[in-house]
């Protein structure tokens, strides 16, 4: 007789996440039956704003900072977990690994093209991280020390780029709109797995539940710190939330994730390392610790535990693709010499 085939229960999520979801869904992503008027006019009938509309120098100027700065962190956030496709313990772990990594450079290529929708170039864009001059997110400075990292890095940084994310669904800028409708749908999965691997280790050895309650302990402050500084030290999210780029501030989505987090904790069986977490009935919120703030800062400064070597491995990988680059303008020349131009090339 086959056995039933038991495995983690459903994710609980929360009724504001869902809704979000579900509004990002029924948006029309095309911005079909636009107003008339320009961009303040369709900012304000939210509207998507599409590369060829007029926009403000600054809210260009914006939109390609953050979009580098995301799609930089999705290709550098590939390091810390690329360490252990090589050390999964399972034929079925390391291919779902492999699958989410993959993943992540799929999500850099859609935001490096949305940038390029505004006139940067991937060519600058790149340049820029390399030379530190543009960013990526703080957490994938952190170091993954055991296999229980990459299952706590998925649920708790994955779970935070979701409740980021999902409301950049509805970003005013159409091409990044678009661009998160699909990374969302994938980033999901991700999320999954992280909290998958963890169900399974927190019902399996003593060692294998002490590894991974040290990792999400190590995690916990990371992932808050993802949303970036508090709201009043946040220089760019009034003008970011006027132009609707930014649709929630960051202590609110940092507030967001804690009260998604809460619950799927308690199914999991792990402890969020924060004594003063409790239900605020009033508040209808979790009340929590939040990260520790100059650390944020001397993270984005590069001077976290792994700065140094993200940058430098980005660097030592960049310059081993010269030739694949080089190549691949090579054929589209040629390409486009044997066609006379007639392909626009
Ligand atoms: N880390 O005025 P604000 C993933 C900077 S990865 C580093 O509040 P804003 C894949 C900020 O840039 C997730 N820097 O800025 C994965 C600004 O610097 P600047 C990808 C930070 O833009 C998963 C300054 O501080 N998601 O999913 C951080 O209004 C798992 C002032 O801050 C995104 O990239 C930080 N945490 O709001 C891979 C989200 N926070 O330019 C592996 C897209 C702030 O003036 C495993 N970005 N800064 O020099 C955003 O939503 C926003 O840009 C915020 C910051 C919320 C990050």
Known sequence: MSQPISGPPPMPVTDWLSAQWDDACALDPRGDARPDGGFDDLIAAERKIEPRDQMPSGYRETLIRQLGQHAHSEVVGMQPEAHWIPRAPTLHRKAVLLAKVQDEAGHGLYLYAAAETLGATREDMLAALLAGRQGYLSFINYPTLTWADTAALAWLTDGAAIVN???????????????????????????????????????????????????????????????????????????????????????????????VCVPQAELLGVTLPDPAMRWNAERRHYDFTPPDFG?????????????????????????????????????????????????GT
Not at 202 to 209: E, I, L, Y
Not at 232 to 254: C, G, P, V, Y
Not at 320 to 343: C, I, L, P, S, T
């Open 165 to 259: 994310q999902v409301p950049l669904c509805q970003t005013s800028y159409g091409p990044y709109a678009r661009a998160m409708l699909r990374v969302c749908r994938e980033e999901s999965f991700h999320h999954r797995q992280g909290f998958d691997s963890l169900w399974v280790m927190m019902r399996g050895t003593a060692a294998q539940r002490e590894m991974a309650a040290d990792a999400v302990a190590r995690w916990w402050y990371p992932a808050l710190a993802m949303f970036g500084p508090p709201d009043a030290r946040s220089t760019h999210s009034a003008q970011s939330m006027a132009w609707r780029i930014k649709r929630f501030s960051n202590d609110e989505l940092r507030q967001r994730f804690v009260d």
């Open 295 to 343: 650390e944020l800062t001397q993270v984005i400064r590069g001077h976290g535990p792994c700065n140094r070597q993200r940058l430098e491995h980005r660097r030592q990988v960049h310059e081993e693709g010269r030739w694949v680059r080089e190549a691949a303008a090579e054929y589209a020349r040629k390409h486009a010499m044997r066609n006379g131009g007639q392909d």
